[in-house]
């Protein structure tokens, strides 16, 4: 039987902490960036913490084994 790859999308979109929540990049922050608000700017700055729900699915893409 062949090895488990992992996805190769997830795996450059999430980062796993160490206390196994996942983090990614906020999106709105590309382009289009004029009509945008200072706050809105600001609000999608940085990296954010995935909710749970969501970040099952994404676990199960980026753990081999899981």
């Not at 196994?20 to 609000?43: F, I, M, Q």
């Amino acid at each position: 039987m062949p090895k488990m790859k992992t996805h190769s999308s997830a795996k450059k979109r999430f980062r796993l902490t160490a206390s196994g929540k996942v983090r990614y990049n906020s999106a709105y922050r590309r382009h289009r960036l004029l009509t945008k608000t200072k706050a809105a700017k600001e609000r999608n700055q940085g990296t954010k913490v995935m909710c749970d729900a969501d970040a099952t699915k994404v676990k199960r893409y980026l753990l081999v084994n899981g």
